[in-house]
């Protein structure tokens, strides 16, 4: 499972991570290198939680380099529940709901809350090739047009709760 990270206030990264790690036994942190103080102290935050810190020095040309980080991080995993640092509210039901989505062979999952995709997305191992060429800043939306995902419907604003656009 891999959580990219962003430019976001620790406090809030940590919100995302201890839901994740409700959830799912593994967290990757995929961050940027360590040359400021709030980076450094996001690094020690996130590692203090428990999650497993994997550098991303191309995470500055966009949240594809980051998911391709995070995945080759764990290349050998059965699938990647990926989760942003900047969405805090999401619940562990609805984490856990992706989670036993792919548990169940889905190529790839999403949850939505009254009629909108929302957040974290999961991935499968059919989807592996395609997340490790992943590059730029349109994350994994060619992943997901090319294996659309099994919509959940869950009961969790959370999920659409976007910190740095203000979406909900």
């Known amino acids: 499972?891999?959580?990219p990270g962003s430019?976001?206030?620790p406090p809030m990264a940590v919100a995302a991570l201890r839901n994740l790690?409700?959830?799912v036994a593994e967290v990757l942190a995929v961050v940027r290198p360590a040359d400021g103080a709030?980076?450094?102290r996001l690094h020690r935050q996130l590692a203090a939680?428990?999650?497993r810190l994997v550098v991303c020095p191309d995470a500055d040309k966009g949240m594809g380099h980051s998911i391709a980080c995070g995945v080759r991080a764990r290349g050998d995993a059965a699938g990647w529940v990926i989760a942003l640092a900047d969405m805090p509210a999401v619940s562990p039901a609805t984490i856990a709901a992706v989670r036993?989505?792919?548990a169940r062979g889905h190529a790839t999952v999403a949850p939505v809350h009254r009629g909108q995709r929302g957040h974290p997305?999961?991935?499968?191992s059919a989807c592996l090739a395609e997340?490790?060429?992943?590059?730029?800043d349109a994350g994994a939306r060619s992943v997901l047009a090319a294996h659309p995902p099994l919509l959940l419907d869950v009961d969790d604003p959370g999920c659409l709760l976007d910190i740095d656009t203000h979406a909900g």
């Open 1 to 3: 499972q891999a959580a």
């Open 7 to 9: 430019p976001s206030t």
């Open 21 to 23: 790690h409700a959830a």
């Open 38 to 40: 709030l980076q450094r």
């Open 49 to 51: 939680e428990g999650a």
């Open 100 to 102: 036993d989505a792919l």
């Open 121 to 124: 997305v999961g991935f499968g």
């Open 131 to 136: 997340l490790l060429a992943l590059a730029g």
